[in-house]
């Protein structure tokens, strides 16, 4: 059973650059592609992106470049960064595999980080 | 982007009740529907992808049918533990796209 395992900094400054990771557990993660999804308090979902090791990632345009995904197979792990923060970037962010047919099939409990000064 | 648009927003039902709740795609996403299931303070679950395939260990009171366009979301007898609110998500074309979502409230 694949395990998923968001960490990384609760609170961060306006301005300043998230930093987010996903341990995977209990499967490779050479073996399918990682999305991560946040969830702003209230809202719905929104895609970030995803990423597969051996490729490079695909990004909603609606981050205007300031995101980055990154894989690091040695840890097994998943990384977001989210740069420019701002109080509009508060949300829950979640880490996902993606299934043959793009869709979240295993999630990660998802961690909540709160842009403010 | 692809926009998906669902309703109703909210309902409301009672235990036993059969329930659909419908999402339009602003343009087609051939099979890639997906249905999520949320519960307060929890992470999305998968119910349903590929417009009517049950994910592992969803009970079958949960179906999904439409084509294209337009999709359904059915649970044929409400079980207290459905209350939740439901987004369908097209993972067609990047970006990915979701529903605003439904919430399912007891009446």
């Known amino acids: 059973q694949v395990d998923l395992q968001e960490s990384g900094p609760g609170l961060v400054k306006p301005s300043e650059t998230l930093s987010l990771s996903c341990t995977v557990s209990?499967?490779?993660?050479?073996?399918?592609?990682w999305s991560w999804i946040r969830q702003a308090p209230g809202k719905g979902l929104e895609w970030i992106g995803y990423?597969?090791?051996?490729?490079?990632?695909t990004y909603n345009p609606s981050l205007r470049g300031r995101v980055t995904l990154s894989i690091d197979t040695s840890k097994n792990q998943v990384s977001l960064i989210l740069t420019s923060v701002t109080a509009a970037d508060t949300a829950v962010y979640y880490c996902t595999r993606l299934n043959d047919f793009w869709t979240g099939d295993h999630w990660g409990q998802g961690t909540l980080v709160t842009v403010s000064s | 982007d692809i926009q998906m648009t669902q309703s109703p927003s909210s309902l409301s039902a009672s235990v036993g009740d059969r329930v659909t709740i419908t999402c339009r795609a602003s343009q087609t996403v051939h099979n890639y529907l997906s249905w999520f299931q949320q519960k307060p303070g929890r992470a999305p679950e998968l119910l349903i992808y590929?417009?009517?395939t049950l994910q592992s260990g969803v009970p079958s009171r949960f179906s999904g049918s439409g084509t294209g366009t337009d999709f359904i979301l059915t649970i044929s007898s409400l079980q207290p533990e459905d209350f939740a609110t439901y987004y369908c998500?097209?993972?067609?074309?990047?970006?990915?796209?979701f529903g605003q979502g439904t919430n399912l409230e007891t009446k």
């Open positions: 990423i597969y090791y051996t490729r490079s990632a």
């Open positions: 590929n417009i009517y």
């Open positions: 209990g499967g490779s993660i050479t073996s399918s592609y």
């Open positions: 998500q097209q993972s067609y074309s990047t970006p990915y796209t």
